[in-house]
């Protein structure tokens, strides 16, 4: 079976990690320092990206159920 992420995307979110737990990461929006393990990888992922590293496209966005998009309509009118 073929690798999902290639061994330079993996070695892009294993230095990520690895300034979380120093204690160096920072987001990008923001500037705080990542405390979250799930948004050092994402971080990571995101670089590898940009670099043009093999990695699967983000997963898309799950629906809004039908009482949000009801208070959408409403706010935009």
Known sequence: MARK??????????RAMKKRKAGTLKSGRSGRKVKSRK???????????AKGRKV????SKKKASKKKTARKRKAKK
Do not use: F, N
Request: net charge positive.
């Open 39 to 49: 948004q050092a990888i994402a971080i990571g992922l995101s670089e590898a990206r």
């Open 56 to 59: 699967p496209k983000k997963a």
């Open 5 to 14: 992420y290639s061994k330079k995307a993996s070695a892009d979110v294993e």
